[in-house]
């Protein structure tokens, strides 16, 4: 790439979201040995970003977050799209492709409380704030006692409400509170063995034209192999369950000594009910074994289990 290129870089406008987008121009900057000035991130408001007063999965869910910065990659105002990979809906819009992945953060959620350290010792009937599905269906899980509400707005803000009482404590990504220089918010952080993560938590994508040879080129220099085939079999479980953005899915592919190891958890919103499995497979055939372990909790999940959507 010539130094005299200039690359425009499409994200939403919170301080999360434009971290993210920072971070990637560091690292194609540096990779194409070029002037980080050469490469503009330009804000794009979505709809996600816009709707406050009701969760999103009552709006449309994931795609919400997606959906303004698509269409200006479609209409050429961008060149790629940056994209915290756990919003990203499993089917993408016609001529758009997943380019590329960065190496993935710590994927555990964080708990955040001022009035007790553990989910464990909150306090009977205390009230916990968040706006995800999963999360809300775990903790009703494991507390069901605890009294779960909706909780929308960006990590500082989520921070913020917490600190001025309207929620005993509320989960947050630990990759985000880490991208933001705010961990040492998080008063401990959850096993991924009893709260297992999002699809696609802690990682970052890069979105572009599928027939964009050059950007294809260009963000491959800065992929991160192991990342991508773990999304891609998370990406895959996803798929065969992602009917309704109602239901409460969780999912986390690792890549060691050659392998790819998944497991997959679905439940209903109350937590009353869950089905668990995993998979342990070679890296080719990391799409493949998401794809099957979600079809096998579709297929051991009662018949009314995804009504609610």
Wanted: with cysteine.
């Amino acid at each position: 790439m010539a130094q005299s290129a200039v690359l425009r870089i499409g994200s939403r406008g919170s301080p999360l979201a434009l971290a993210q987008s920072h971070e990637v121009r560091r690292r194609l900057a540096a990779a194409h040995k070029l002037d980080e000035a050469a490469i503009d991130i330009r804000t794009i408001r979505t709809t996600g970003d816009m709707i406050q007063d009701r969760p999103l999965s009552e709006a449309g869910g994931k795609g919400l977050f997606t959906k303004e910065i698509e269409q200006a990659l479609l209409d050429c105002e961008i060149d790629l799209a940056v994209h915290s990979s756990k919003d990203m809906p499993t089917i993408l819009p016609e001529g758009l492709t997943l380019a590329a992945f960065l190496p993935r953060e710590d994927v555990r959620d964080a708990f955040v409380s001022l009035k007790a350290r553990t989910i464990r010792e909150l306090p009977q009937a205390a009230i916990v704030g968040s706006s995800s599905l999963r999360r809300q269906a775990i903790i009703k899980r494991l507390r069901p006692d605890l009294k779960v509400i909706n909780f929308r707005g960006n990590v500082e803000t989520r921070l913020k409400k917490l600190e001025e009482g309207a929620v005993d404590a509320t989960l947050l990504a630990l990759a985000g509170l880490k991208r933001l220089g705010l961990d040492k918010h998080a008063t401990s952080l959850l096993d991924i063995d009893e709260f297992l993560p999002a699809v696609g938590q802690g990682a970052i994508c890069i979105e572009t034209r599928a027939d964009d040879a050059r950007m294809l080129r260009s963000v491959a220099a800065i992929n991160d192999p192991d990342t991508a085939i773990a999304l891609a079999a998370e990406r895959a479980f996803l798929a065969v369950l992602d009917g309704s953005c109602r239901t409460p899915i969780a999912g986390h592919a690792r890549v060691a000594d050659g392998q790819v190891r998944f497991r997959g958890l679905i439940l209903r919103p109350d937590g009353s009910e869950a089905h668990e499995t995993e998979r342990v497979g070679s890296l080719a055939e990391a799409a493949v074994l998401g794809a099957d372990a979600g079809a096998e909790l579709k297929r051991r999940a009662a018949p009314d289990f995804f009504s609610h959507a």
